[in-house]
C-alpha cells in the first residue's frame, strides 16, 4: 500500500512540474493541473483509507544524500493524517480550480507548482521514519506555504507576514531537530526506528518533550508562538489559506503525537499538566480575540488558534491518563483529539473556502462593508452555515462530536490518583465549555454579520454566487462535516487503529456493541449521543414550529403602521455592527486585549470611531526581543571602526589571549 | 666548535630582537628598510649556523632562499617603491615612543614565559631562541598596529614573516622545503600587490596616510 501512497505523493509532485510548463496559460492551469490534483488527492485518501487498519509497512526511497536514504513507514497514524490531507485537499483543488484569476501577482504555472509541492510535503511529513527526511519534507513544507503565503508580495503587509511566518517556522524547526538530537540519545542512529528503542532517562526524556512541543506548537500557533498566524493566514490566497489552516497545522498535532506517543516511552504526569495548560490559555486567548476581530480571515484564524488549543488540551489529558496506566481513557481523550483533527479540517476548510467567494463577489474583508449576502450568494451562504454550525460544535455536525468526546474524557478525571489534578481538573472541563460557548459566539458574529440583515454598501447588491467549481470544492467539505456528525462511529472505527497503536486501547468495541446510529465512548448507561435521533428531532420540531406558525397565526396577520416607534425609516448603518456584537466580550475580557481606542467628539459632525486591537504578547515579549537584538547589533557594530590598526589591534590582542589560554 | 657556534646562534638571535626593536621606534622610512635588511642578514647567518652544527642540508638552500629574497630582492623593491612614490626622506610622527617600548618589553617577557614549555619539548640545540622568535613576532605585529602610514605597515608584515622563519629554524631545523618555497613566494607576490595598493590610495586620497580609509567606512 505505501508504493500507492508514494506514487500519489509522486503524481502531485508531477503535477506542480507540469504547471511550472504550463507557467502562464491560465486556463490548462485552472481547468485540468488543479482538478487533477483534487483527483489525486482523492486517490490519496482512499490508499489511507485502506491503510489504516493494516500492519506498518516501510519503504526505503535512495533519494538524499549518499549512505542516507529517506526512511518512510504507513503506519495507523499517518494513514489517519494522510486521509486527512487527501481527502480536505481534494475538496480545496477543486475549488481552487475556479478560485484562481488570471492577473498580477505570481504566474499561475508557478502557483500551481507551488501549491503541490505544499501538498506533496505534507504528506511525505507524515510518512518520514528517520530525522533526516522528515526535517527535509517539514522544510519543503515551511517554505511551500511561504512562497504561497507571498503570493501577492508586492503589498508590503503580505511581505511582513511572510517573513514574520518563516522566521518562526525556522525557530521552531530548529526546536524540532534539537528534539531528534536529543530522541536518538547518542546512538548516532537518526531512523525512527532507532529510536524507539532508545530509552531516555526522565531528564533527556523532559528535555526532547518540551523541545518538541516549543517546535511543533510553533506550527501550531501555541501560544505564546501563534503570532504569526492571525498575519499569514489572512494575508494567503483563500484556498491556501484553507489548506494552511485546515491541514497544515494538523501536521504539527501529528508530530507531537509521534514524538510523545510513538518515539517516547516515559510518560511524565507533568507533561499533561503542561500541556493542557497551554492547550487551554491558547484556546480560551484564540477565542476571545476571534470575537472581537472584524476582518473576516483574521476572525478565522483566531479561531484555527482556538481549535488548536483544543486539540492540545486533548493531547494533554491523553497524556496523563497515560502516564497513569489509565490506557483506555487516555484513548477516549486521543479519540477526541483525532476526531476534531478531522472535523477542524473540514470545517475550517470550508469557512475560509467561503471567505474566499465572498472576497471575490464583494472584494471587502472588512465585515463593516460586508451584509445581507444571503441572498446574493444562496449557495456559499447556506454551505458556509453548515460550516459555522459545525464550528460552533452544534449538534449533529461533526464539530459537535469531538467536543463532546473531550468533554467526556474530562468527566472520568475524578479517577486520577491525584487528589491536586482531581480539584484542577473539573476548572478546566468548564473552560473548556467557556471556550465552546465563545467560539459559537463569534461564529454567530461571522455568519450574522456577512450574511444576514441588510447590506451595508450599495455594491453588495450586484455580488454573484461562486461558480461551479467553487460550488463544488465547498459541497464537497460540507458533506464531510455533516458525515462525519451523523455517523460518528464509523469514523471512531478509523480512529480505533490510532489510538490502539498509540496506547494500546481503542473505542471501536464499545461503539460498535450500541449500534451505528448511537455513540456511547464509556458505557450506554452513562453517556450516549444518538446524532440520527438529534436530527430527526430537530427536523420534527422545526417543521411543527413552522406549521403551528402558518396554521394559526398567519391567518390573523394584521398589517399597520400607526406608530413607528421612533424610527419611521430604518438603514443598513443602522445595524448592529461587527464591532458592536464584539463589544461585550470586549469589556469582560478587557485585560486580554491591548486597546488603542479614539473616540470623535460629540460636537463633531462627522464623527469617526476608530479602534486598534493589539496582542500583549506582542508588546510584552516579541518587542523586547527584537529591541535586544537591535542593541546587541548595534553593540557588535561599534567594533567597526574603519582604521586598519585597530583591526590589528582586534587579532593582535585575540592571538595574545589563545597564547595565554595554551601556555595554561 | 659546536659550543662556540651554539653561543653565535645565540648570539644572532639576541641582534635580531634588538633588530626589532629598532624597528619598532625607527621613524625614517629608509633606515627602516635598512634595518629590515639587516633583519634579513642576521636570520641567514642564523640559519647558516645551525644548518653547519646539525647538519641539515637543507636549511643551505633555505638560507640561500632567504638571502635573495630577504636581502636582495625585496629591499631593492621597496627602495624602488619608496622612490617612485617619493616618500624617500618621509619622517613619520610616531605618537609616545616610551610607551610602546615598554609594552614591548612585556610582550618579550610574556613570549619568553610561553616559550619555557615548548623549548622543553623541543630537541633542537637552538631551542633557548624560541622565546626571542615570538618576541619577534608580536613586536613585528606590534608595529603594524602603531603604524599609520602604508610602507611601514609592509615593512612590519615582512619582519613578521622573519620571525616566523627564525621560529621554524630553531625550534624544529626548518619547514619542509615545499612549504618554504610556498611562503616565499606569498611573501613576494603581497610586496607587489601591497605596493599596488599603495599608488592606488596614493591617488585616491593623495597621501600614504591609512587613516584616511576611515572615510570608507559604511554608517
Known sequence: ?664 | MDNLITQLINLFAAVILMLAFAMLSQRRILTLIHLFTLQGLTVVASTVAVAYVTHQHHLYYSAALTLALKCFLIPYLLHRLINRLNVRWDIETLINIPTIMLIGIVLVVFSFNLALPIAKLSASIARGTLGIAIACFLLSFMMMITRAKAVPQVIGFLSMENALFFAATSATYGMPMVVELGIALDVLVGVLILGVFMFQIREQFDSLDISHLEKLKED
Not at chain 1, 27 to 52: E, M, Q, T, Y
Not at chain 1, 82 to 107: D, E, N
Open chain 1, 1 to 664: 500500500m505505501i508504493d500507492w501512497v508514494l506514487l500519489v505523493i509522486a503524481a502531485w509532485i508531477g503535477v506542480g512540474v507540469l504547471g511550472i510548463a504550463a507557467l502562464r496559460q491560465f486556463k490548462l492551469v485552472a481547468r485540468i493541473l488543479f482538478p487533477l490534483g483534487g483527483l489525486i488527492g482523492l486517490a490519496l485518501a482512499f490508499a489511507a483509507l485502506s491503510a489504516l487498519p493494516r500492519a506498518p509497512e516501510i519503504a526505503i526511497l535512495p533519494i538524499g544524500l549518499p549512505q542516507l536514504p529517506f526512511h518512510l513507514r504507513l503506519d495507523s497514524l499517518s494513514a489517519f493524517f494522510l486521509l486527512i490531507i487527501g481527502a480536505a485537499g481534494a475538496g480545496i483543488s477543486v475549488f481552487a480550480a475556479g478560485y484562481f484569476r488570471q492577473g498580477a501577482g505570481t504566474p499561475p504555472g508557478l502557483l500551481c507548482c507551488e501549491y503541490h509541492l505544499f501538498l506533496a510535503s505534507m504528506a511525505m511529513v507524515v510518512l518520514a521514519d528517520d530525522a533526516y527526511a522528515f526535517m527535509v519534507a517539514w522544510e519543503s513544507m515551511a517554505l511551500a506555504s511561504f512562497f504561497l503565503v507571498t503570493a501577492n508580495h508586492k503589498v508590503p503587509e503580505i511581505r511582513d507576514a511572510g517573513f514574520l511566518y518563516l522566521l518562526i517556522a525556522h525557530i521552531g524547526a530548529i526546536a524540532i531537530l534539537l528534539c531528534f538530537g536529543v530522541l536518538q540519545a547518542n546512538s548516532g542512529d537518526y531512523t525512527f526506528a532507532g529510536m524507539r528503542e532508545q530509552s531516555l532517562s526522565p531528564f533527556w526524556a523532559s528535555a526532547a518533550f518540551l523541545l518538541a512541543l516549543f517546535g511543533f506548537g510553533a506550527k501550531a500557533g501555541m501560544l505564546p508562538l501563534h503570532v504569526w498566524l492571525p498575519e499569514a493566514h489572512p494575508a494567503a490566497p483563500s484556498p491556501v489559506s484553507a489548506l494552511m489552516s485546515g491541514v497544515m497545522l494538523k501536521t504539527a498535532i501529528y508530530g507531537l503525537l509521534r514524538v510523545c506517543f510513538d518515539l517516547l516511552h516515559l510518560h511524565l504526569w507533568w507533561w499533561g499538566v503542561t500541556l493542557l495548560a497551554l492547550g487551554l490559555a491558547t484556546a480560551l486567548f484564540g477565542v476571545v480575540f476571534a470575537t472581537v476581530q472584524t476582518d473576516m480571515k483574521r476572525l478565522l484564524a483566531y479561531s484555527s488558534i482556538e481549535n488548536i488549543g483544543l486539540l492540545l488540551a486533548a493531547i494533554g489529558l491523553g497524556l496523563l491518563f497515560r502516564s497513569y496506566g489509565m490506557n483506555a481513557l487516555a484513548a477516549l481523550a486521543l479519540t477526541a483529539c483525532l476526531f476534531h483533527v478531522a472535523s477542524h479540517a473540514f470545517f475550517k476548510s470550508l469557512l475560509f473556502l467561503g471567505t474566499g467567494s465572498v472576497l471575490h463577489a464583494t472584494s471587502e474583508r472588512n465585515l463593516g462593508h460586508l451584509g445581507g449576502l444571503l441572498r446574493y450568494m444562496p449557495w456559499v451562504g447556506w454551505l458556509m452555515l453548515v460550516g459555522v454550525f459545525a464550528s460552533s460544535g452544534l449538534p449533529p455536525f461533526s464539530g459537535f462530536v469531538s467536543e463532546w468526546l473531550l468533554l467526556q474524557s474530562f468527566l472520568f478525571t475524578p479517577g486520577l490518583p491525584d487528589p491536586f489534578l482531581n480539584m484542577f481538573i473539573p476548572i478546566v472541563a468548564a473552560l473548556i465549555a467557556l471556550v465552546a460557548a465563545l467560539a459559537g459566539y463569534a461564529m454567530v458574529k461571522f455568519f450574522g454579520i456577512i450574511f444576514l440583515g441588510q447590506p451595508r454598501e450599495e455594491n453588495l447588491r450586484h455580488a454573484h454566487d461562486a461558480g461551479p467549481w467553487e460550488k463544488a470544492g465547498m459541497l464537497w467539505l460540507a458533506a464531510w462535516c455533516i458525515a462525519l456528525g451523523l455517523l460518528p462511529n464509523l469514523m471512531i472505527q478509523f480512529i480505533d487503529p490510532v489510538t490502539r497503536m498509540m496506547v494500546g486501547e481503542g473505542l471501536a468495541k464499545q461503539a460498535a456493541a450500541s449500534g451505528w446510529w448511537l455513540l456511547a465512548p464509556t458505557s450506554i448507561e452513562r453517556a450516549s449521543y444518538g446524532p440520527v435521533f438529534f436530527l430527526l428531532g430537530i427536523i420534527a420540531a422545526s417543521t411543527l414550529a413552522f406549521l403551528l406558525v402558518r396554521l394559526f397565526y398567519h391567518g390573523h396577520v394584521r398589517r399597520s403602521a400607526p406608530w413607528d416607534c421612533g424610527h419611521p425609516w430604518q438603514t443598513p448603518r443602522m445595524q448592529d455592527t461587527a464591532e458592536g456584537f464584539g463589544q461585550p466580550i470586549r469589556q469582560i475580557f478587557e485585560p486580554f486585549l491591548r486597546l488603542q481606542r479614539t473616540l470623535p467628539s460629540p460636537a463633531d459632525t462627522k464623527p469617526f470611531y476608530k479602534v486598534v486591537l493589539n496582542d500583549h504578547f506582542w508588546h510584552w515579549l516579541y518587542l523586547p526581543i527584537s529591541r535586544g537584538i537591535e542593541y546587541l547589533a548595534r553593540q557588535v557594530g561599534r567594533l567597526q571602526q574603519g582604521r586598519i590598526s585597530i583591526y590589528l589591534l582586534y587579532s593582535f590582542i585575540t592571538l595574545l589571549f589563545m597564547l595565554f589560554l595554551v601556555q595554561r
